[in-house]
């Protein structure tokens, strides 16, 4: 029985095959480069967000093997005593440089690599995988979310519907680096600072004589928050009615009603003239209800009335497409002071990886800053730099475009050296407020959700020489 989780076991059981395989073939030292990338943008958008690596920080500073863990193992009977020793003596020693979180990101890119011993860089791949595939995908169907909303906000309201404690602890973080105002899971704004926020449950009223009871109930308990669920029996007969009177004898600061039901945009527009013919203009109408994208997107075209949304299952499973599908990958070696570049081959061709120890610059134009294209490039490579830099169209590499007026930037940081922390996190609303921006700076064409515009994503001229080669040594 175990007393506590240890998540440094949290792991795909062919990861400590391979560790204690790689110790008993006497390649422990082996230097070796891990790349997580993604192939493909969840339901065909122009971007991804990256997040999660606070949790990856997390995971790594703490990685240490219980004596319950070795006795486990020990019990499997397929590996060494020395392994075993090795595992009680265990110390991360990786070198780690990563995207920061609240990044827009796009395929192929190196958002996090792991260099070190081949034992330790390749054990860690199941929770790196797990943490960022995870968090970068909620955090991406959030900013879908958020952008059709146009300027309204969105809360998170996804927490009993989610896939587990973790999923619903560390979605809500994602879907507030997405863009959202606030979530539902309270433990979520105790552990990041996310703002919890919510009033009532169906429940509420039912447990009163009528509405107006427990509208009046409500308000007097919470005048700044009284935000009144007005559909549990007659949204326009009954529940609209009964919370004008209450908010014209007690007049909250705060007001507004919540629909969870029914036809948003019938309903949103009778609400909001009989509240404005009531003479309560700064009464707010909240929306929720099996909410996602394209529902918000629609019910505002047909003239909705909604001044802020609540999504729950859609964002906090990404239903419409669940897997975010980033892999870890085996990049280059290190002997004898010596880079060795690997390459995985497949007859997919998006499934070839990139080789060598890499780094992504992002250009941007010099006057309005916004993004144009992005380089992955060898890490000893200087950054685009001069009058003109031409890069390969990513659909069809025999177009080029010749980009002027921009200025380059390094995506990565290092994060860990030595196996030691180097980087600060920033504040939960920091990564926000970054990721925010760094939407702000995209085309409106990358953004659509049909036919987004396709961003470049080029390989420096070194890169796809080295590239080049060695698909043409394995022919």
């Not at 309201?157 to 863009?179: L, P």
């Not at 909001?272 to 203009?281: P, T």
């Not at 609540?310 to 419409?320: A, H, P, W």
């Amino acid at each position: 029985m175990i007393e506590k989780l240890n998540l440094t076991m949290l792991t795909d059981y062919y990861e400590i095959t391979m560790a204690n395989g790689y110790l008993n073939a006497g390649m422990e030292d082996q230097i070796a480069y891990f790349d997580m990338f993604f192939r493909k943008i969840p339901e065909g958008g122009g971007y991804a967000i990256m997040a999660g690596l606070e949790q990856v920080i997390e995971y790594l500073d703490k990685l240490e093997f219980t004596q319950d863990d070795i006795e486990y193992l020990r019990g499997k009977g397929i590996f060494s005593e020395e392994f075993l020793e090795y595992l009680a003596n265990f110390r991360f020693a990786c070198d780690v440089w990563a995207v920061p979180e609240g990044t827009p990101i796009f395929p192929g890119e190196p958002i996090i690599t792991v260099r070190g011993p081949v034992m330790q860089a390749q054990f860690v791949e199941t929770m790196i995988l797990l943490i960022v595939n995870h968090q970068s995908l909620i955090a991406t169907k959030a900013s879908r979310i958020v952008r059709a909303a146009a300027g309204r906000p969105v809360m998170e309201f996804g927490t009993r519907r989610s896939h587990g404690t973790a999923a619903a602890v560390y979605g809500a973080r994602a879907s507030y680096i997405g863009g959202c105002a606030g979530t539902a899971c309270a433990i979520a704004d105790e552990m990041f600072g996310t703002p919890a926020l919510g009033t009532m449950a169906h429940s509420w009223v039912q447990m009163f004589d009528s509405e107006y009871e427990a509208f009046k109930k409500y308000t007097e308990i919470y005048p700044t928050n009284a935000t009144l669920l007005v559909d549990t029996y007659n949204v326009l007969k009954s529940g609209i009615p009964a919370a004008i009177k209450v908010f014209k004898e007690l007049d909250p600061p705060n007001k507004g009603i919540r629909i969870d039901s029914g036809d948003i945009a019938y309903l949103t527009k009778n609400a909001r003239k009989m509240l404005d013919e009531a003479g309560l203009q700064d009464c707010k109408i909240v929306i929720s209800n099996s909410l996602d994208e394209y529902i918000i997107r629609e019910v505002i075209s047909e003239g909705a009335c909604i001044d802020s949304f609540g999504v729950g299952e859609k964002l906090i499973t990404s239903r419409s497409e669940p897997v975010f599908g980033g892999v870890y990958k085996l990049s280059a070696l290190e002997r004898d002071g010596k880079m060795i570049p690997k390459i995985k081959i497949s007859e997919n061709v998006e499934k070839i990886t990139n080789p060598g120890f890499k780094t992504v610059y992002r250009l941007f134009d010099k006057d309005t800053h916004r993004l144009l294209a992005d380089v992955i490039a060898l890490d000893h490579e200087d950054p685009p730099a001069g009058e003109e830099y031409e890069i390969f169209d990513p659909n069809a590499v025999w177009k080029r475009k010749t980009l002027t007026n921009f200025y380059a930037k390094n995506l990565r940081e290092q994060i860990f050296k030595g196996g030691k922390c180097v980087y600060k996190s920033p504040d939960i609303k920091e990564i926000k407020a970054y990721c925010m921006e760094q939407q702000d700076r995209m085309w409106d064409e990358m953004k659509r959700f049909e036919n987004p515009q396709t961003y470049y994503v080029d390989l420096s001229y070194d890169l796809w020489k080295l590239k080049n080669d060695m698909l043409e040594a394995s022919k």
